[in-house]
Nanobody, 123 residues
Framework: QVQLVESGGGLVQAGGSLRLSCAAS????????MGWFRQAPGKERDFVAA????????YYAESVKGRFGISRDNAKNTVYLQMNSLKPEDTAVYYC????????????????WGRGTQVTVSS
């Protein structure tokens, strides 16, 4: 099993930056594809970004390309989401997720989820 704990959320102004962290424990971190999802009030949970086991490949939702960057440090059992040029529409609860499968499996059905961290972008 894997336990995931997100941190780093907060309130920022439009155009600002924020870095989210997700600390994993309970299993071998490097065995998992990792990703971030987000859910705004009244909306469904959407995919944001993902990274392969070795960090060699990353994937992004079209809405965040060029602004967000996902990375991982397997030695620290942590995945990060660097968010730049934030917009009010980025406001949501951000969730960390993991899967023993590929990026495609992560999109379909993640094995584990964190409890989320709130990101609010003001105009």
């Amino acid at each position: 099993q894997v336990q995931l704990v997100e941190s780093g959320g907060g309130l920022v102004q439009a155009g600002g930056s924020l870095r989210l962290s997700c600390a994993a424990s309970g299993s071998t971190f490097s065995s998992y594809t990792m990703g971030w999802f987000r859910q705004a009030p009244g909306k469904e949970r959407d995919f944001v970004a993902a990274i392969t086991r070795t960090g060699s490949t990353t994937y992004y939702a079209e809405s965040v390309k060029g602004r967000f960057g996902i990375s991982r440090d397997n030695a620290k059992n942590t995945v990060y989401l660097q968010m730049n040029s934030l917009k009010p529409e980025d406001t949501a609860v951000y969730y960390c997720a993991s899967s023993l499968g590929s990026y495609y499996t992560l999109r379909e059905k993640s094995d584990y989820w964190g409890r989320g961290t709130q990101v609010t972008v003001s105009s």
